[in-house]
């Protein structure tokens, strides 16, 4: 039923990937007929803290200074957004937590400056300066075209799928917090984040799955900095694949975790970290991107990336393949043994990027 990639505990060589023939060549899915769709997706940003300065002296688009073409090889480029537009936090009430963002509305412009067309608002932080917060973030994002999903008025309201049409494809979008504060989830009369149960997200992905071509459910979740997913992670995953998701997009963790095939379809546990205004060395990323055909993801690039701002201040750096090991990835390091290991599944590519292929 399912391939396992890589979990911490089981051996890797049930994902591993033979190289490729010598006289081969493995064709970036940015090389691909115009009839496929290609999703890029990153991990947490946080356009907050430290890189607030950042970017008003380098620019709205400094921290795409390596990555822009990956991001713009794609049909369609989502991510998750962990920090509020707030203009005037004056005589806001923040929530009571160590961590608390906001970010001057003007600074949505490195969001478009880096294409993305929808983001995640299911997460622990775009309550943060509460409901003034959240409702100038919609505003904000809506003016400036980017759609979001995962947070409403009301429950009914956060718990519906947003659809993009892309390629002569309608892509819905659901998204869903198992993160605390609880009190940021939403209710019948509360505005907030979605949080799924397991009867609601079959039902909601069902109703998605009725609606559009394809169908992705991102997952704020996990432990941060654990490299395994939680029981729970993988019941959630199989359930909205089980009722129509195609892709599963995992973040919060601020690090790999495993990625696995499921009934022909991709699950991500965590993509870890992309742009985000902090200075932990502990964090790890990746971007990926998914070739889907007529449907069905047929094969995905994992592209780890440099997220620690410590050497890269604030701009996520594309790694060769020699240089991940830096990265100090238990989750990259199985991925990397399977493949020379020879399973089908995992190719590295000389590019800097792990190619990925269902069983």
Not at 316 to 322: A, F, Q, R
Request: glycine content about 10%.
């Amino acid at each position: 039923m399912f391939t396992l990639l890589f979990i911490g505990g089981i051996t890797t060589e049930l994902f591993a990937v033979p190289p490729p023939p010598a006289d081969s060549s493995i064709a970036s899915l940015t090389s691909t007929a115009h009839d496929t769709l290609i999703l890029g997706a990153t991990g947490d940003i946080m356009l907050g803290s430290w890189l607030i300065e950042v970017l008003n002296e380098q620019g709205a688009d400094y921290p795409f200074g390596e990555v822009l073409p990956l991001l713009q090889s794609t049909d369609l480029l989502v991510g998750n957004l962990e920090s509020p537009f707030l203009g005037d936090t004056t005589g806001v009430v923040r929530a009571e937590k160590t961590y608390t963002f906001a970010v001057p509305p003007g600074i949505v412009e490195t969001l478009t400056a880096g294409g993305f067309d929808l983001v995640c608002l299911a997460n622990n932080h775009i309550l943060d300066f509460g409901l003034a917060g959240l409702f100038e973030t919609w505003s904000v994002l809506d003016s400036a075209g980017i759609a979001h999903t995962g947070t409403g008025r009301t429950k009914g309201e956060a718990h519906r799928h947003t659809t993009i049409e892309r390629q002569g494809s309608r892509v819905a979008f659901l998204a869903y917090s198992h993160t605390f504060p609880e009190e940021f989830w939403a209710t019948a009369d509360r505005p907030g984040t979605a949080h799924a149960s397991d009867e609601g997200l079959a039902r909601e992905v069902k109703r998605a799955d009725e609606d559009a071509d394809l169908v992705v459910v991102m997952f704020h979740w996990g432990g941060e900095l654990l490299e395994e997913p939680r029981d729970y992670q993988k019941i959630l995953a199989h359930i909205a694949i089980d009722n129509g998701a195609d892709l599963i997009i995992g973040h919060h963790p601020h690090t790999l975790q495993p990625l696995e095939w499921y009934r022909g379809r991709l699950i991500a546990y965590s993509l870890g970290n992309f742009v985000f205004g902090s200075f932990t060395s502990t964090a790890k990323g990746a971007v990926l991107l998914v070739r889907f055909v007529e449907g069905r993801p047929i094969e995905a690039e994992l592209h780890p990336i440099d997220v620690n701002n410590l050497r890269r201040e604030f701009r996520p750096g594309l790694l060769d393949p020699s240089r991940w090991s830096m990265l100090e990835s238990s989750v990259l390091a199985a991925l990397v043994d399977s493949a020379a290991a020879g399973h089908p599944g995992v190719q590295v590519d000389t590019g800097g990027y792990l190619r990925l292929l269902p069983p």
